[in-house]
């Protein structure tokens, strides 16, 4: 679990989007070059990492972009829990956030 107290996010963001990239990136640093298999092994599997930043990027109307991708384990109970499935989401890293992210 990667701990967070509420008070640190920079107040600049103000949007979802925002709180998305900022915590992706946080992850992406944390977690460096993490692996686990979506399927079954095979004899080329090397795995898929558990966070991924690419570059940014121009898309074909001129607009920059950053391409995110996460895959964050879920709790067993998910399968008959009640609750929303972000409740459910467990760690993928321990520790603390980088401190260069945080807003202090």
Known sequence: MVTLNLANIPSGIDTVEKLHVWSSLILNEMLGGGLYNELPATINDTGVRQISIADT????????????????????????????????????????????????
């Open 57 to 104: 990027f121009t898309d074909a109307s001129g607009t920059r972009r950053i391409l995110t991708r996460a895959s964050v384990p879920l709790d067993s109970a998910v399968n008959s829990g009640g609750l929303p499935i972000y409740m459910y989401a467990t760690d993928l890293a321990i520790g603390n956030a980088p401190t260069g992210y945080l807003e202090v």
